[in-house]
């Protein structure tokens, strides 16, 4: 054999070699004529595009929707912004939205355009439909379940022997102590302040009413102050005072606490009032919701406050109800029936409350 001559294994690596640069030409063809294809098609899709931008497949009814978008940043600029809203530009989105919705339905059958544009125009007004209408079969479903709910909480508290506190957190407080004292019969109710206290201690006050006098006599000491000038309690007129005080045990907490209500087609909140009796608790929930009109109702716009949350978009809303009340006037009521309070007012505080030296610190 002689010296010159290729081994199999030298050979077979010239033809991978060989085979390998060959399919790298290939790749590159392909690479080159699929750019050219690609650049084709482009281009061919912006001449579409300036085409339907320019008028021939568009509904002439999608000119609403920019429309309304320039009427929401004229109210949003400082100037401009007062005139329109004057003009209560804030609730032309209404017919504005309305209108361009409405004519994407007619317009297919006036033009020649997809029919499409159609079904876009009545998924807007029937799916609004939907939502409202489940909103308002929601709310009054909820106004029943709350009242049923609440009316089978019950709690009886004595208040010969308890003593009764309203904790106050810095959320709203829908039960009244002034309104406890004035319809039942409670010779105290004890409020504690747990937002802004000093420390890690709460204030606690004890709400009372006097005679109509005591609080003419208490204008003039400078640690006991009134809450107000003389008021009628039902038939009699009474004093409403405060002390700083601690209640003696037991004593029967009631405690608020307010939430968004997240219901779908519907909006408002819920006030919640949680009654601790030891290991007793018991819950009353009412609520403020307002259900979305029948009628699509966009208002896009802003209002007179600055602010982040002056300018938006929502859909109006009708009136506003109260639930879970049932036959109670308020919450005050709703909680005196559930602790079964008899109704008052109670006993004047006489003066020995004062005497006592429990005054403001």
Same mark, same amino acid.
């Given at each position: 054999?002689?010296?010159?001559?290729?081994?199999?294994?030298? /050979?077979?690596?010239? !033809?991978? %070699?060989?085979?390998?640069?060959?399919?790298?030409?290939?790749?590159?063809?392909? +690479?080159?004529?699929?750019?050219?294809?690609?650049? *084709?098609?482009?281009?061919?899709?912006?001449?579409?595009?300036?085409?339907?931008?320019?008028?021939?497949?568009?509904?002439?009814? +999608?000119?609403?929707?920019? !429309?309304?978008?320039?009427?929401?940043?004229?109210?949003?600029?400082? !100037?401009?912004?007062?005139?329109?809203?004057?003009?209560?530009?804030?609730?032309? *989105?209404?017919?504005?939205?309305?209108?361009?919705?409405?004519?994407?339905?007619?317009?297919?059958?006036?033009?020649?355009?997809?029919?499409?544009?159609?079904?876009?125009?009545?998924?807007?007004?029937?799916?609004?439909?939907?939502?409202?209408?489940?909103?308002?079969?929601?709310?009054?479903?909820?106004?029943?379940?709350?009242?049923?709910?609440?009316?089978?909480?019950?709690?009886?508290?004595?208040?010969?022997? =308890?003593?009764?506190?309203?904790?106050?957190?810095?959320?709203?407080?829908?039960?009244?102590?002034?309104?406890?004292? =004035?319809?039942?019969?409670?010779?105290?109710?004890?409020?504690?302040?747990?937002?802004?206290?000093?420390?890690?201690?709460?204030?606690?006050?004890?709400?009372?009413?006097?005679?109509?006098?005591?609080?003419?006599?208490?204008?003039?000491?400078?640690?006991?102050?009134?809450?107000?000038? %003389?008021?009628?309690?039902?038939?009699?007129?009474?004093?409403?005072?405060?002390?700083?005080?601690?209640? %003696?045990?037991?004593?029967?907490?009631?405690?608020?606490? $307010?939430?968004? +209500?997240?219901?779908?087609? /519907?909006?408002?909140?819920?006030?919640?009032?949680?009654?601790?009796?030891?290991?007793?608790?018991?819950? +009353?929930?009412?609520?403020?919701?307002?259900?979305?009109?029948?009628?699509?109702?966009?208002?896009?716009?802003?209002?007179?406050?600055?602010?982040?949350?002056?300018?938006?978009? *929502?859909?109006?809303?009708?009136?506003? =109800?109260?639930?879970?009340?049932?036959?109670?006037?308020?919450?005050?009521? !709703?909680?005196?029936?559930?602790?079964?309070?008899?109704?008052?007012?109670?006993?004047?505080?006489?003066?020995?409350?004062?005497?006592?030296?429990?005054? $403001?610190?």
């Amino acid at each position: 054999m002689g010296t010159d001559s290729a081994s199999p294994r030298q /050979m077979m690596s010239v !033809l991978r %070699a060989a085979s390998g640069a060959l399919d790298l030409d290939r790749v590159a063809e392909t +690479l080159a004529f699929g750019r050219r294809r690609l650049d *084709s098609w482009l281009a061919l899709d912006r001449r579409a595009l300036i085409a339907v931008l320019l008028g021939a497949d568009w509904p002439r009814a +999608l000119l609403a929707f920019p !429309l309304t978008l320039a009427l929401f940043l004229f109210q949003a600029t400082p !100037l401009l912004g007062s005139v329109f809203i004057y003009l209560g530009a804030p609730y032309w *989105s209404i017919a504005m939205l309305n209108l361009g919705f409405a004519g994407l339905i007619a317009e297919p059958f006036l033009r020649p355009i997809s029919r499409g544009w159609s079904a876009v125009g009545a998924a807007w007004f029937v799916g609004y439909f939907a939502v409202a209408a489940y909103g308002n079969f929601a709310l009054h479903a909820l106004a029943v379940d709350t009242a049923a709910d609440n009316a089978r909480q019950s709690l009886r508290f004595d208040p010969a022997w =308890e003593t009764l506190m309203l904790v106050d957190d810095g959320s709203p407080m829908v039960v009244s102590p002034a309104k406890l004292l =004035e319809d039942y019969d409670l010779p105290v109710v004890y409020v504690e302040k747990r937002a802004g206290a000093h420390g890690d201690r709460p204030l606690v006050l004890a709400y009372r009413l006097g005679a109509p006098e005591l609080c003419a006599r208490m204008r003039g000491s400078p640690v006991l102050l009134p809450l107000g000038a %003389a008021q009628r309690v039902n038939a009699a007129m009474a004093c409403l005072f405060e002390l700083t005080e601690t209640p %003696a045990p037991p004593t029967v907490m009631v405690r608020q606490s $307010r939430g968004d +209500l997240g219901r779908l087609g /519907m909006r408002g909140h819920f006030d919640r009032i949680e009654i601790a009796s030891g290991s007793q608790t018991r819950q +009353l929930v009412t609520a403020e919701a307002a259900p979305l009109l029948l009628a699509p109702a966009p208002r896009i716009g802003c209002g007179f406050e600055r602010g982040s949350d002056a300018c938006g978009a *929502s859909f109006l809303t009708g009136v506003v =109800e109260k639930l879970g009340l049932g036959s109670a006037r308020d919450e005050t009521e !709703l909680l005196a029936r559930a602790l079964d309070l008899s109704p008052g007012p109670g006993p004047f505080s006489s003066e020995t409350v004062i005497a006592s030296g429990r005054a $403001r610190n």
